[in-house]
């Protein structure tokens, strides 16, 4: 161990040993938010290293260095990697130190005469333990940019400026009109900051940026991380014209609409759908979901096996029968409730295969259950969308559910098959809403809690049903 690790350590084991004070929740308010402060103070001269040693650990793994780099000699990919592998923090953390310990790292000119940091104001303050980590990565992630073009004059302003926001130095107004009654400033959080700095680089750089579309085009992508609490989290960076796309997918389903679908202003309002419990980010969910299953189901994407793409679920027929266990998707490391495997069931059909005891394959059934291509243009003619009142997920974006199930009887025919999103198809066993069909018409009754007296009513969307249903309404004047 090194000198600088052997005095490391033994701070440590001071800190632990000083440390251990009493649980908490015996101290007074005072007591307790002045140690927050104090320990954070601590936690401040601690983040300084640990963003100076990853700067370091950074500049020592620059890819000029081939082969000699510190990360390669260690056997790893990208100097992150081996920030993780050292430390144990997350890859997000690891990139954050890197970024922070390089812009405030002392340089080295061409010639090999020392130069400032990028950000001299902010590798002092760091330094001196009085700027917090999160604060420094803000001023450098918003400045960084504009820094590359601004007048240097301007810019040293801008950072000064900003760096005794956080730390409540330079006078006792910063222009909000705020201070600390000592004639010092109130220190900004750093999500306060961040506004702040972003309104200096506005100020740095009035023209804004210019689109970089070949740097847009090398960052551009979407990946899927690792299950966490039954979710499986999506990240990534989309160009701006994709997203516009999904925004305006997104804003076509979301917005208000004036039609339930259901034939007069009376019966719509019979239907009160004032009662959507989704949040705004659980429904845009729910339209990437439709999206997802059209796309499959269009054939106009490359097959797998000569099939289109296709979900593969497997679960055993013990837990399915009594209700209990779970399934396992194909690519997918968590697993998936029974009550997904009933709805994928249900639209997608199933296929028996049977094992011995040693695992070999001894049956294997022919799949069932599956509508046909012709039986959901019937169903879509008929339905016209989502039966459920207030959802505006068109027809080919629908999932076909059996009314009746198939454990129960229920055939794979257009009059035991209703169109509703993945969303109501998912929650049709809980959510309260009622369908049946009525010699081969759907019809549907509301929940409970969204209207007590709610009694069964034909349900459909199709224009040409509602246009029909209408002509053959009485005369209100007879």
């Known amino acids: 161990m090194t000198a600088v690790a052997q005095a490391l350590e033994q701070v440590r084991s001071s800190l632990l040993d000083g440390l251990r004070f009493d649980d908490p929740a015996r101290w007074s308010d005072d007591e307790l938010l ?6 954070e103070a601590v936690g401040r001269v601690i983040d300084a290293h640990r963003a100076a040693c990853a700067g370091e650990v950074a500049e020592r793994s620059r890819v000029e260095l081939g082969g000699e780099r510190l990360s390669a000699r260690r056997g790893c990919r990208s100097v992150s990697e081996l920030i993780e592998r050292v430390t144990q923090v997350s890859g997000a953390e690891a990139r954050r130190r890197i ?34 980590a999160d604060a420094a990565t803000t001023i450098v992630r918003e400045l960084d940019r504009p820094r590359r073009i601004a007048d240097p004059v301007t810019f040293a302003a801008a950072e000064r400026e900003l760096v005794a926001a956080a730390t409540g130095t330079g006078g006792g107004d910063d222009g909000s009109g705020v201070g600390d009654g000592s004639g010092g400033r109130v220190r900004r959080a750093a999500d306060e900051l961040r506004v702040q700095a972003q309104a200096w680089a506005a100020f740095l750089d009035q023209d804004g940026p210019e689109p970089d579309d070949d740097h847009a085009m090398l960052r551009r992508g979407v990946r899927l991380g690792r299950a966490r609490d039954g979710l499986i989290p999506i990240r990534g960076d989309l160009m701006p014209e994709v997203a516009a796309g999904l925004t305006r997918l997104f804003d076509a ?13 009376e019966e719509a309002a019979h239907f009160d759908v004032s009662g959507e419990q989704r949040t705004t980010d659980q429904q845009r969910h729910d339209v990437l979901a439709a999206i997802i299953e059209t796309a499959a189901r269009s054939g106009a994407h490359p097959s797998l096996g000569g099939a289109p ?22 690519g997918v490391e968590t697993p998936i409730s029974l009550r997904a495997v009933r709805q994928l069931m249900c639209t997608g059909g199933t296929q028996r295969v049977g094992f011995d005891d040693r695992g070999r394959i001894i049956e294997l059934g022919s799949p069932e259950r ?6 959901r243009r ?15 997920v068109p027809a080919s974006w629908c999932e076909i559910h059996h009314v009746i199930p198939d454990i129960d009887g229920g055939p794979t025919h257009p009059d035991n098959g209703v169109l509703v999103c993945w969303f109501h198809h998912r929650t049709i066993e809980t959510s309260g809403w009622g369908i049946r069909m009525q010699h081969g018409v759907p019809q549907i009754r509301p929940p409970v809690w969204l209207d007590p007296g709610g009694g069964w009513r034909d349900a459909t969307k199709s224009p040409t049903r509602i246009a029909d249903q209408l002509e053959r309404r009485p005369d209100p004047a007879a």
């Open 34 to 39: 002045a140690a927050t402060a104090s320990i």
């Open 99 to 132: 970024t922070l310990g390089a812009a405030t790292r002392g340089r080295v000119g061409l010639t090999g005469e020392p130069l400032e940091a990028e950000f001299p104001g902010v590798a002092t303050a760091l330094a001196d333990g009085v700027l917090g």
């Open 253 to 265: 389903h979301l917005s208000p609409r004036s039609s339930t679908g259901f034939v007069t202003d």
């Open 309 to 330: 793409p296709t979900v593969l679920v497997s679960v055993r027929a013990s837990d399915l029968a009594a209700g209990r266990g779970a399934g396992h998707a194909d």
């Open 370 to 375: 599956c509508f046909t291509p012709q039986q």
């Open 378 to 392: 019937a169903i879509t003619v008929r339905d016209g969308g989502c039966l459920i009142p207030g959802c505006s």
